[in-house]
């Protein structure tokens, strides 16, 4: 075979001939730069996460790449050399035959490689052109020599100690396989490929898109009835990568908030045979995440993203958690009882509790908490009572500006909006940022004309006007007129009202969501912590905060993720975290306010510096406790699992 030295070359007609193509980039004599160290790249198909194969890079001494396929031509090869870059070359083999696979110059391509990569395809081509062969052997030399391997969809089939091998030419859905665990179609291959920490593992791709965790169910269910009682299921979302590493610690590697599926039974199935729907209760799963760490030795999950159990009756999947859901929300700090009437408190009092039913009921029909965060928040930008929505404040110029943000503390994925004046309720934008845009933050006219795509029916900026908030702006201009500095009035001003909700659901996960409409009498387009991640608003998989006060001083010590990582990184208590932030570093520098802060364990912290904030919270007895006043009595959940 020839090998150019600079850009891929056609086939090698010679190759053809003998069962196979060849293709190559890259300059094959340039010595390999580095060391190559064992490695594992789990990638569940779809998109390459370009830092996963950086990763996969460094760890084969960004040295000589080989890919091998059963279909396809050399663009992934084109990918990794050019795009992702890092490499001295890449060669490409794509398999036609079984007897390719003890050609001597394939042979000698594979045992000379840094890093092998299999790529997607039909794994059962994989199975028929290479199982028993000695490029099977030569395969597992590779892995016992250290070096890196990976695979994507096909390629990571194949990876585990049994595989899926789509043997009879289709591939089984969920509904098939755990309607007969034990048919056909269980084309399930072992005695393939031997990998380090992957003894005890079959694998499964393209995980959540296609919906394939009843079938790893049923996998490993017929692998555990079949006798191999210890074995675990594997399973990637499309777009990410697991990578591990010599030690077996994986973590994940994602362009589109997937995840890697830890697939635990309890024993073996509670009825599984030839003909008849799957029985299996009590499967654990359990997410891993870009914030996780799996130990591929003992499958244990540092800081997983979820828990559920699966349970599989009569050949029918149902997915729930055990964590007891939580609901926190507030109204907005800075609450004084001078400016109060019973009225108010009575109607004040109402709509944090109709807010936490709202929410609540979310989480009790299993649903996320985000649900439940975008539940609680509309019921308050529907109140004018709350300076969100519809009880807005008028900026200088008598309009109202909105802005609202929300987080997922399972996969940090966020969006926001600002300045917006048409959307009815914010908080539901900003959640279509997050989810069907590539962005984080959406600012005024654009903020709305994605609203308009998105489908949501814009409202007169008549529908924010409220007397009330008309004639709050009327003195700070009468104020403003008589020459009191905006910095003073600020400083004279408790009343914030900004909104918010945090959430945990019954698998574990959090989130956090703030809407506003900032402060009276604001100018230039001026915007406040509230729609900023990190200030006003942060989830991880430990801490979820939501803020209300003085937005320059939360903007300027980040608060809502300082409060977030003392919890995480320092193992401060939500009380902890809270009063170090709430309760002294903003106050030191001039500010104050309040917050809400939920841990993953289910802690509650709701510091303020005000004479009171409007807070409340709902769990497993689905009673709301509200409160307004710093003196008023409430209790506040313990923590649970």
Known sequence: MTCSAAAAASPDPAAVRQGYEYYQIGDLKTPTP???????????????????????????????????????????????????????????????????????????????????????????????????????????????QGKPIGGTSAGLAILGAYAYGAMDGGSITSKEAMHDPLGKAMTLVDDFMHL????????????????????????????????????????????????????????????????????????????????????YRGTHITGVGTQSRIDLKDFKVSRPVFDAIADVHDGELTLHGEHAPLLVIHGGAGVERASMTPRIEADARAALELALRKGYAELKTGKAATDAVTAAITVLEDDPLFNAGKGAVFTHDGKNELDASIMDGSTMAAGAVAEVHRVRNPILLARAVMEHSPHVMMVGDGAETFATEQGFKLVEPSYFRTDRRWQELQKALKDDAAGVSLTERLLALKHFGTVGALARDSQGRLAAGTSTGGMTDKRYGRVGD?????????????????????????????????????????????????KAVINEEIPQMGGDGGAIILGADGSVSMPFNTEGMYRGWIGADGVPHVAIYSGDPLVLPQPSR
């Open 34 to 144: 580095g060391h190559t160290e064992a490695a594992l790249m789990l990638m569940g198909g779809g998109k390459w996460p370009h830092k996963a194969f950086a990763w996969f890079a460094a760890k084969g001494g960004h040295g000589h790449f080989v890919i091998l396929r059963a279909s396809g031509e050399d663009g992934m090869q084109k990918e990794l050399y050019t795009e992702v870059g890092g490499v001295v070359s890449v060669q490409t083999l794509v398999f036609h035959s079984r007897e390719a696979a003890s050609d001597p110059k394939v042979l000698d391509i594979v045992r000379h490689a840094d890093g092998i990569f299999i790529a997607g395809g039909d794994q059962s081509n994989y199975v028929n052109f290479w199982k028993g062969t000695p490029l099977n052997v030569a395969l597992n030399q590779h892995v016992e």
């Open 196 to 279: 380090p920490n992957m003894q005890r593992v079959v694998t499964d791709t393209h995980f959540h898109k296609r919906d394939r965790l009843g079938r790893l169910i049923a996998f490993v269910a017929n692998l555990r009835h079949a006798g191999h009682t210890d074995l675990v299921g594997l399973g990637v979302d499309q777009n990410a990568a697991l990578c591990v590493d010599g030690n077996g610690i994986g973590w994940l590697f994602t362009i589109d908030n997937g995840f890697a599926w830890l697939v635990q039974p309890k024993g073996v199935p509670d009825r599984i045979e030839a003909g008849k729907p799957l029985e």
């Open 530 to 578: 509230s729609p900023i991640v990190g200030a006003g608003t942060y989830a991880n998989v430990g801490c979820a905060v939501s803020g209300t006060g003085w937005g320059e001083f939360y903007i300027r010590v980040s608060a809502a993720r300082e409060i977030c990582l003392r919890m995480t990184e320092l193992n401060e208590s939500a009380e902890q975290a809270g």
